[in-house]
């Protein structure tokens, strides 16, 4: 299981390369990777008799009435007699149903803490990567190196607005001589929201526990000085809100004799930014720090005479992509216009641009609100088994050392606030390994504390003997007659 859930995780950052197309639709390594982690599933539990767990949690109930909201929504294009909204809600609600089953299978079968471990240990690690070729692209691109872009060869994208004369291609704004960071993803708001997620694993445990998923500090302040100067090169509202939602939430329920290494790390991170805006100011001739206050100040004070929104700057027309997107809910209200449809009532817009109003629009209310809640109960959950946790040390009449499950609980938890924020307010990952990839950790995390405390949970087994005992059963049988 470990070698498929890793797949799984390097996939994710393959997400812009389609190993072939089906129609419009670019079938992916993650896509592969995902049907063998399924196809496993049903060999070790079928064949070979291993037991699933069935959770008696509610984020259960919300992630398959969020399923069942999918089913109902295909309503309207059943009605409409228009095939082609007919196909096309197959065609999403196929792709949607796929995430579904991978993380209804992840909370029911368990994938250990140490399998989980190593593998998140592999993503951090493969992170330094991911962000040092993100910012050897920025000096690439300013001097026209090779490899200053990444050709997208993904036919999903043909939807997304990345297309140019010369075909589809990563999207950053140019100022001057510094484009935005990508590195290997298709714009720089995916590799700032991926590098929230790394700054949970790798930040959150060195500030609470002193810990971290690594013996060597070398290799976590590498990861954390590469993730924040990505972070920074993105030149990405997102990850200013994000990095703000990790410190805030920090500083409110952490302990407060942590104080000391929060300020550490804060200077630690403000030299990185300003030694990082010191280097591409020396052959740019602009500075990114500069770039992000006059950003944050056309945002703020838009409609104050004399200020104008700052070059590419994005926030207006998702603005008023959202206010489109609440247009189009008013016509279906209850049932949505159906997975994959929201342009079925003739607005220009193929898709919501937050997760939040792309299930509010295609799925209804009942819908949107069985995905918020999916996010919602999922980070309580994950608070309550650590508070649990916390309180067992506490009341232990013997010095506990921090466990790894502890340790990845945490981090889980500030990465679950993330994902909170990324799906409502800043990008939209509804049929997407972008959400369903780091939503399976939580989801593991909670299986394996349950099954370790053995309450709340039932065991099955699909059958009292393995399908592979009863063949060898059968032919030993055969053979002895």
Excluded: C
Aim: no cysteine; glycine share 4%.
């Amino acid at each position: 299981m470990i070698i498929i859930y890793n797949l799984i995780l390097i996939s994710y950052f393959l997400r812009v390369f389609e190993l072939f197309p089906i129609g419009s639709y670019g079938f992916t390594f993650i896509d592969l990777s995902i049907i063998l982690f399924l196809l496993l599933f049903i060999k070790r539990t079928i064949w070979n008799g291993d037991n699933i767990y069935i959770l008696k949690r509610a984020f259960l109930i919300s992630l398959i009435s969020l399923f069942f909201s999918a089913i109902i929504s295909g309503f309207n294009p059943l009605i409409s007699h228009s095939s082609a909204d007919l196909i096309q809600f197959i065609k999403s609600f196929s792709h949607f149903a796929f995430f579904i089953a991978f993380a209804l299978v992840v909370s029911i079968y368990p994938i250990g803490i140490e399998t989980l471990k190593k593998s998140l240990k592999l993503w951090l690690i493969l992170s330094i990567l991911i962000n040092i070729f993100g910012a050897y692209q920025i000096y690439a691109r300013a001097f026209d190196m090779p490899l200053a872009w990444v050709e997208i060869t993904n036919s999903s994208f043909n939807t997304r607005g990345t297309i140019d004369n010369e075909g589809i291609t990563q999207l950053s704004l140019k100022f001057k001589n510094f484009y935005r960071a990508t590195s290997i993803f298709s714009e720089p708001s995916a590799l700032a929201a991926f590098n929230l997620i790394i700054l949970s694993f790798t930040l959150i445990p060195k500030f609470i526990f002193n810990k971290t998923l690594f013996k060597s500090n070398l290799i976590l302040n590498l990861i954390l000085f590469s993730s924040l100067i990505a972070l920074f090169l993105t030149f990405s509202l997102t990850a200013v809100a994000g990095v703000g939602i990790i410190l805030s939430v920090m500083l409110l329920l952490e302990n407060k004799t942590n104080l000391k290494s929060y300020i550490k790390y804060s200077i630690f991170g403000i030299l990185i930014i300003v030694i990082a805006d010191r280097i591409i100011y020396s052959y740019a001739e602009i500075s990114v720090l500069e770039l992000f206050f006059k950003r944050l100040y056309s945002i703020f004070a838009f409609g104050t005479r004399g200020v104008t929104y700052i070059e590419g700057e994005s926030f207006g027309t998702r603005l008023e992509s959202a206010m489109m997107s609440f247009d189009i809910w008013k016509y279906n209200i209850f049932f949505g216009t159906g997975m994959g449809l929201t342009f079925a009532n003739g607005y220009f817009l193929s898709f919501s641009d937050y997760s939040f109003l792309h299930a509010l629009v295609e799925l209804g209310i009942f819908g949107a609100l069985a995905f918020t809640s999916l996010l919602i109960l999922i980070t309580i959950q994950i608070y309550k088994i650590r508070k649990k946790l916390n309180l067992k040390r506490l009341n232990s009449n013997t010095k506990l050392e921090y466990s790894t499950e502890e340790i990845l609980l945490s981090s889980s938890f500030y990465m679950m606030l993330i994902l909170i924020f990324l799906n409502h307010f800043t990008t939209n990952n509804l049929i997407g390994a972008e959400l369903w990839v780091p939503l399976s950790i939580p989801i593991i995390l909670i299986l394996n504390y349950y099954i370790k405390e053995n309450k709340g949970i039932t065991k099955i087994n699909l059958s009292n003997i393995s399908m592979k005992n009863k063949i060898e059963s059968k032919l030993y049988s055969l053979q002895k007659n």
